[in-house]
């Protein structure tokens, strides 16, 4: 089983007078990869698109279990993944990813 440290991006509301701007933040797990593999799929472009099905388990802070609905990608070999199912297995939470996340990140 592979090993797992990098970013999980948020996705939060920043409340500016009357305006509601939608702002990326990280934190940094640890876990396990549990399941690797790729696929690629026709897309409606010229190239394909490829996703994941990885399952990668961190070990959750009070942060994580309370922005659950906010989670929307992990870097992982240095791309920005979507998640696309979180399975709470206390104390940790099971993310499963899929296809690449186009969505604003935080630069590093």
């Known amino acids: ?6 970013a999980i991006g948020y996705v ?3 409340v500016n007078g009357d305006i509601t701007v939608e702002k990326p933040i990280e934190r940094f797990y640890k876990g396990d990869v549990y399941k690797r593999s790729r696929k690629l799929e026709k897309g409606e472009g010229l190239n394909d698109d490829i996703s ?4 990668i388990s961190i070990v959750a802070d ?7 609905f906010a989670m929307r990608y992990v870097k992982y070999l240095g791309v920005a993944w979507k998640v696309s199912t979180v399975n709470v297995q206390t104390p940790r939470l ?12 935080v630069e590093t």
Do not use: C, R, W
């Open 1 to 6: 089983m592979a090993k797992f440290y990098g």
């Open 12 to 14: 939060v509301d920043e």
């Open 52 to 55: 994941i099905s990885n399952q």
């Open 62 to 68: 009070p942060y994580a279990y309370n922005h659950i």
């Open 94 to 105: 099971v993310l499963s990813l899929g296809g690449v996340y186009n969505g604003e990140t």
